[in-house]
């Protein structure tokens, strides 16, 4: 383990050199096991017509969803490794969206969770939902521009229901 460490730090530090990544200026000071934690980036879109925004997304990422229900589509990509969702739900505009940080485990979502919380960051928190056809648990915290970001786990598919009031009331 340790030489696929070493090999994995000098790649990442010549990808650095090269300009393909940017260092995160606050990484060293933050614990190890936050770092990891940090799976899967997210991305969820609102849209006027499904059909024509899939095929749009299916020809851009060159697979097809891999879950779709008539008002729902989710990518689960590797390269970048990005949940990609679109729906035709909420109050926002077509193209408005929220953000997120997906973990593998409650433990994991545990551990954000304490990370918002030492960033001093408000959040808000729900735990046994259904949203996007999936039982999740989630946090979420808003920035400065009012943006939405979700940290969360997903337990699994359930077989009816893109769940409602998902988001937390911004009032």
């Not at 383990?1 to 940017?22: D, I, L």
Request: charged residues 25%; aromatic residues 10%.
């Amino acid at each position: 383990m340790g030489m696929e460490v070493s090999r994995w730090r000098r790649g990442w530090r010549r990808r650095v050199c090269r300009g393909f990544v940017r260092p995160c200026p606050f990484v060293p000071t933050m614990r190890r096991s936050i770092v990891r934690v940090m799976r899967r980036m997210h991305i969820g879109l609102q849209v006027d017509d499904l059909d024509e925004s899939i095929e749009f997304y299916t020809r851009l990422f060159g697979c097809e969803p891999t879950l779709r229900r008539p008002d729902y589509a989710k990518w689960m990509l590797d390269d970048p490794r990005v949940n990609f969702s679109l729906d035709t739900h909420g109050c926002g505009q077509p193209g408005s969206a929220h953000y997120g940080i997906q973990v593998d485990t409650h433990d994991e979502l545990t551990d954000l969770r304490s990370h918002i919380d030492a960033a001093d960051l408000a959040r808000s928190d729900q735990d046994d939902l259904v949203c996007g056809y999936q039982l999740q648990h989630k946090s979420w915290v808003t920035d400065p521009n009012g943006l939405w970001w979700e940290a969360f786990f997903t337990e699994g598919v359930v077989d009816a229901g893109y769940g409602t009031a998902e988001m937390p009331d911004p009032a």
